[in-house]
């Protein structure tokens, strides 16, 4: 019934960039900390297990979601609504019981109807305190915007970028980027008009190109050498920049590059946040886009505020002072902590940013080779070189809990599909789907055009 709602809402295309962000003021009772709003999985076409959550909230209270389609703060009696109460759509959804833990989610499957796509809605939850003005809390406000159907993009290096959407359906489109010898690692930018392709060498001068692919038609790549020690570039998820691993005026450092096919300076170097590390690696932003955090050979992990709005304008925040090993890292969705590998305590630890407080921990027995984090920012998945298994770890308390997933075969790159329910491990031929509770495998695909396996890399968009 939600799901229909939604479906007749005309309104408006995506026009904010960051599709889930944070509006408003909580009400705060006094002596309480303030309720937390997210969601439960990326807002996507076709996501069953899409959904609301709250946190904080007092236990065994009753929440209710406030839905509508504006925002409009108003003041009742100490109270703050943030969403417009007179919008287009407005409905008060529940009551969903608050668990022992202070947490509810109200599920909201979105249907898999086209006519979603950029539709966006505004919540908050209102949830039971005696101590707060009518008796309740609120939470801040969230907006969310619908995105489009899943779609595995699958890079081929030199050889051309395949495209699986959820239907199982495949298209090939051959594509010739510098550095076509050596390209091991291939992205796409969330609107689909920038490829980003990089040579990972330790042989040759490291370099990536930027490359234009409005509507599927690929244009002049520009093709830049990395001048920072082993280097790295991402494509920021939320603006028209590459964000790469460089020489500043003042030392290593993040240098900020025009992604945007119809700017003048496209591909060219728009600013720069002086940092350090001697031989810097492992460029990692946050989901949100607020932050940046890289590694350096020698030890230790380097992090960043972002300005991208005004490329340059950043801070270096500094090095966070309890990784002693400089190990495999992870950013949480919202660039306020960290997961790290401490390789001389053999610890997985999430830890909070800038403070370097340690927020959770637990061991783990093996070669960890990679850490990704699901879509909502609830679990993360572990993998290992020396064990056919993958660990899915999720918070409890100040403890994070794995389920263990076995496997024919140490995984070499592994994804989460849109939700947090589907692995994509990669193989030889193509890939797998799996279930992250059972390991099952719900799906299997085969490349479309003969490459050779270490030239693919997996984005989902």
């Known amino acids: 019934m939600i799901a229909t709602a939604l479906a007749l809402s005309l309104l408006g295309p995506l026009t904010p960039a960051d599709p889930v962000a944070p509006f408003g003021n909580a009400t705060v009772p006094p002596g309480r900390s303030a309720t ?27 929440a209710f979601l406030l839905f509508g ?5 108003f003041d009742f009696a100490g109270l703050g609504f943030e969403v417009d109460l007179g919008g287009d759509i407005f409905v008060a959804l529940g009551p969903t019981i608050v668990a022992p833990d202070g947490s509810a989610t109200l599920p909201i499957a979105l249907e898999p109807n086209p006519g979603l796509e950029g539709l966006t809605f505004y919540t908050q939850w209102l949830t039971g305190d005696p101590l707060g003005p009518l ?12 995105r489009g159907s899943e779609k595995i993009v699958v890079g081929a ?31 796409i930018s969330s609107d689909g008009r920038t490829l980003l392709s990089e040579r990972i060498s330790l042989i040759n001068p490291r370099s990536f190109a930027i490359v234009p692919f409005d509507n599927g ?28 691993l460089g020489a500043t005026p003042s030392g290593n450092g993040l240098v900020i590059y025009d992604t945007d096919p119809s700017s003048v300076n496209f591909a060219q170097p728009i600013g720069s946040i002086p940092g350090g590390g001697l031989i810097p690696i492992d460029l990692k932003l946050s989901p949100n886009g607020r932050r940046a955090a890289h590694g350096d050979l020698f030890g230790g992990v380097l992090v960043y505020d972002l300005a991208v709005a005004t490329p340059g304008l950043g801070s270096f925040l500094g090095p966070l002072t309890i990784f002693p090993s400089g190990g495999l890292f992870e950013w949480s969705v919202n660039g306020n902590a960290l997961f790290q590998i401490d390789f001389v305590t053999s610890d997985l630890q999430e830890v909070a940013v800038p403070s370097s407080t340690l927020l959770r921990s637990a061991p783990i027995t093996g070669l960890p080779a990679q850490l990704r984090l699901s879509p909502s920012g609830q679990r993360l998945a572990v993998t290992y070189s020396d064990r056919p298994e993958i660990d899915v770890f999720e918070r409890s308390g100040n403890m994070l809990v794995p389920t263990t997933l076995t496997l024919a075969a140490p995984a070499d790159n592994v994804r989460w599909t849109a939700n947090d329910a589907e692995l994509i491990l990669e193989k030889p031929n193509g890939f797998e789907i799996i279930d992250a509770v059972t390991g099952a495998v719900l799906r299997t695909e085969t490349w479309t055009a003969l490459v050779s396996p270490n030239s693919r890399d997996i984005v989902v968009r």
């Open 217 to 244: 038609v690929v244009g002049t790549p520009t093709e830049l050498l990395n001048s920072a020690g082993l280097g790295d570039v991402e494509l920021h998820p939320l603006q028209d920049v590459a964000v790469a």
């Open 36 to 62: 937390r709003i997210s969601v439960a999985a990326e807002p996507r076409v076709g996501a069953a297990d899409f959904g609301l959550r709250v946190e904080g909230a007092q236990p065994g209270s009753a």
């Open 69 to 73: 389609t504006g925002a409009n703060r």
């Open 135 to 146: 008796g309740l809390a609120a939470s801040p406000g969230l907006r969310f915007t619908i």
């Open 157 to 187: 290096g030199d050889e051309g970028l395949e495209v699986v959407d959820e239907s199982g359906a495949a298209t090939f489109t051959p594509i010739t980027v510098p550095p076509s010898s050596e390209t091991n690692q291939i992205d």
